[in-house]
């Protein structure tokens, strides 16, 4: 199966850090790349990405694509104890509406 | 605003038992997934469907796993018997329909201990 790779696995910063959050991908059947946030419950959506080198952002966070070297990237600056989540992110086949998940990032904000 | 609900949101059981999980999407929403998702790892998709019918289940364990949406609506999982190495999160989402442009909704999720 296509591999989603996230790195790192945790990381632990202090409030006010900037993170910045890895995902590779495999290429076959690459339609996006989507950004979740999971709390103690339900991931949310963050973002879902398909063109390369155009930024998205919201608030805080933002994050970008790079089709030539199959990665993404997920950054967050000003780090509040709130963003402290497990980060996953998935690639989306072209066909059907098939997520492949990554193991995610687990972050932890320290006040 | 809209919600996927799933239920119970806890269950112990103990292995070789039988379990069941419901899944009640987003009105409107075709397209419903079933994933596992097991602590240190990433969300693993079951099963997926588009309206009552069964587009993606390679990866379900189809020797003690089934999963239903009779009606193209509400959907239940089960897993009978349970073993222990089935404990874990067990989160349904829906979406508008298949195409990837519309973004899935999750719900919070049932996590299943086996004893």
């Known amino acids: 199966e296509d591999k989603v790779v996230q790195s790192p696995l945790s990381l632990v910063v202090h409030e006010g850090d900037t993170v910045t959050l890895n995902c590779s991908y495999e290429?076959?059947?690459?339609?996006?790349l989507l950004w979740y946030k999971q709390e103690k419950k339900a991931p949310t959506f963050l973002f879902m990405l398909?063109?390369?080198?155009i930024e998205k952002k919201s608030g805080r966070l933002s994050s970008i694509l790079d089709k030539k070297e199959l990665f993404s990237i997920l950054n967050i600056t000003a780090t509040q104890t709130g963003d402290s989540a497990i980060y996953l992110c998935?690639?989306?086949?072209?066909?059907?509406?098939?997520?492949?998940f990554g193991a995610g990032t687990i972050l932890r904000v320290k006040s | 605003e809209a919600e996927v609900a799933q239920s119970p949101r806890y269950k112990i059981t103990e292995k070789s038992q039988a379990v069941a999980f419901w899944c009640d999407p987003i009105s409107g929403h075709a397209t419903l997934y079933w994933y596992r998702q097991i602590l240190g790892q990433g969300l693993e998709l079951l099963v997926q469907?588009?309206?009552?019918?069964?587009?993606?289940d390679s990866q379900l364990p189809k020797d003690r796993f089934s999963a239903e949406r009779l009606k193209g609506v509400d959907s239940t999982l089960k897993i009978q018997p349970a073993e222990l190495g089935d404990s874990a999160m067990y989160l349904c989402?829906?979406?508008?329909?298949?195409?990837?442009?519309?973004?899935?909704?999750f719900g919070p999720g049932t996590r299943l201990t086996v004893t």
């Open positions: 290429v076959t059947n690459f339609r996006s």
């Open positions: 989402a829906s979406s508008r329909t298949w195409d990837l442009s519309y973004e899935q909704y």
């Open positions: 998935a690639k989306g086949e072209e066909y059907g509406n098939k997520l492949v």
């Open positions: 469907f588009q309206d009552e019918s069964v587009v993606d």
């Open positions: 398909t063109s390369s080198g």
